[in-house]
């Protein structure tokens, strides 16, 4: 079994999908084992990002990531990262696979409705950074 962590983005919390978001990561198969809904402060979305640092949508993405609330979420299931992953579709919706969020969600490369861990080392730092293990049951 294993872990992964997933964030619903702003532009899917003001259009009010969170639900809508959530049944297709348990339709998938994972189960949600946290769950919150936060602000994020700028401080925490730089360095949620800070492997984006420098390039030219960093500015961009941390504004978007603060400008809403998020729903930031363990999820768990056999091979979690990869298939979360899967569910999330292609970072561009309009390459994303039919059937996924961003295919169904998804308003553009940066409004893109979703955060998925992308290996085991990023999902470990990145449920440390939002949750305290006594959150996660
Ligand atoms: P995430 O890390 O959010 O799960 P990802 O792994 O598919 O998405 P990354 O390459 O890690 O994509 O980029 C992180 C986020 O930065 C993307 O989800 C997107 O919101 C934003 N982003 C990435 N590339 C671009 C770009 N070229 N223009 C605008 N935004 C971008
Ligand atoms: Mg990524």
Redesign the pocket.
């Known amino acids: 079994i294993e872990r992964t962590f997933s964030?619903i983005?702003p532009d899917a919390t003001k259009r009010n999908l969170t639900g809508k978001i959530t049944a297709k990561l348990e339709e998938a198969g994972l189960r949600v084992v946290a769950s919150k809904r936060i602000r994020m402060s700028k401080e925490q979305a730089e360095g949620f990002?800070a492997e984006?640092q420098g390039k030219p949508?960093f500015a961009?993405?941390v504004n978007?990531m603060i400008s809403e609330p998020v729903i930031v979420q363990v999820l768990e299931s056999e091979n979690a990262i990869l298939l979360n992953r899967e569910v999330?579709g292609?970072?561009n919706p309009e390459e994303a696979d039919e059937g996924t969020i961003r295919k169904e969600f998804a308003l553009s490369?940066?409004e893109?409705s979703?955060?998925?861990s992308?290996s085991p080392e990023s999902a470990a730092r990145e449920i440390q950074f939002f949750f305290s293990d006594d959150e996660i049951v």
């Open positions: 964030i983005k990002y984006h949508f961009g993405l978007f999330m292609k970072t490369m940066s893109n979703v955060h998925g992308d």
